[in-house]
């Protein structure tokens, strides 16, 4: 049980809110635990628990997502020879940028990972390479994810669509800048690799082609098949926090028009 805090270190913490320039609310955000007041809420598990793939370090190392770890190495080795980037080179970016990646996440998250460093020597580098592999393996998910092409992920339709939810997932984000120091090319092709991927998570009206169980991991995200992804000059000006906040920026623009890939 953690020991309660004593009236004077009450009295210090509110002091440094007092003499703070900013609150919390308004500092930036940073990849948390979904609040346990939405935890308790029923069934709501399912947006931010991952089922096959978890990315980011609140749900790695879950008995029960062995497999993904297993495709994420093969997604990732697979990314590093398509990009013709040496691993070490990758890896090396991550490490000395460790610190500032690490502050985009809550303090719990990082402190929870530390429980385990089985395999490693440092709980950095057990992040950095963490970073690393979920980064490149999610770049190469952005790009190559897609149910009418299943075969370029190696594995399965309907496990295609499973991973295409997971990683849009509450709990199971990466920082941009992960991503943006991985990248094979300019950043603004990250972006579009981002919003493509986005494009093709979108059904307006359900598939017959697509299978029962794809039908149950696989909502249909536009809700009822009334909003189209759009993007004005205001969201393309803006660096995404991560993959969802994209997501996010693109649903907040005027609906009904496509996305344009200029």
């Known amino acids: 049980m953690m020991a309660s805090k004593t009236i004077k270190e009450n009295i210090l913490e509110l002091q440094r809110y007092i003499d703070s320039e900013h609150t919390p ?12 007041y939405l935890r308790n809420r029923t ?17 790695h190392g879950k008995t029960d997502l062995k497999l993904g770890e297993k495709y994420k190495l093969m997604w990732a080795a697979e ?26 996440f809550s303090d719990d998250v990082s402190i929870s990972t530390s429980e385990s460093l089985e395999g490693y020597n440092t709980l950095k580098e057990k992040l950095s390479w963490m970073l690393f592999v979920d980064g490149c393996s999610l770049l ?9 092409k299943p ?8 496990q295609v669509a499973i991973v295409m939810v997971d990683v849009l997932l509450l709990e199971n984000q ?19 690799s981002m919003r493509k991927f986005l494009n093709r998570c ?19 995200i536009r809700g009822e098949g009334e909003h189209s992804v759009s993007i004005t000059n205001e969201s393309q000006s803006k660096t995404p926090f991560h993959l969802l906040d994209l997501l996010h920026k693109l649903n907040r623009t005027t609906s009904k028009s496509k996305v344009q890939y200029n």
């Open 140 to 148: 190469h998910i952005l790009e190559k994810a897609d149910l009418d």
């Open 43 to 59: 069934k709501f598990e399912e947006h931010y628990t991952p089922k096959l793939v978890s990315i980011g370090p609140i749900h």
């Open 25 to 36: 609310q308004s500092s930036r955000p940073k990849i948390q635990r979904v609040p346990q």
């Open 202 to 220: 979108y059904w307006d009206t359900p598939d017959e082609s697509r299978s029962e169980k794809e039908k149950d991991v696989v909502p249909n």
């Open 151 to 158: 075969g370029d992920m190696n594995i399965k339709r309907d």
């Open 79 to 104: 990314y590093i020879k398509n990009t013709r980037s040496l691993q070490k080179n990758l890896h090396k970016k991550i490490a000395e940028n460790f610190y500032e990646l690490m502050d985009h």
């Open 174 to 192: 990466l920082p941009y800048e992960v991503l943006k120091l991985l990248w094979k090319d300019d950043e603004s092709e990250l972006i579009k």
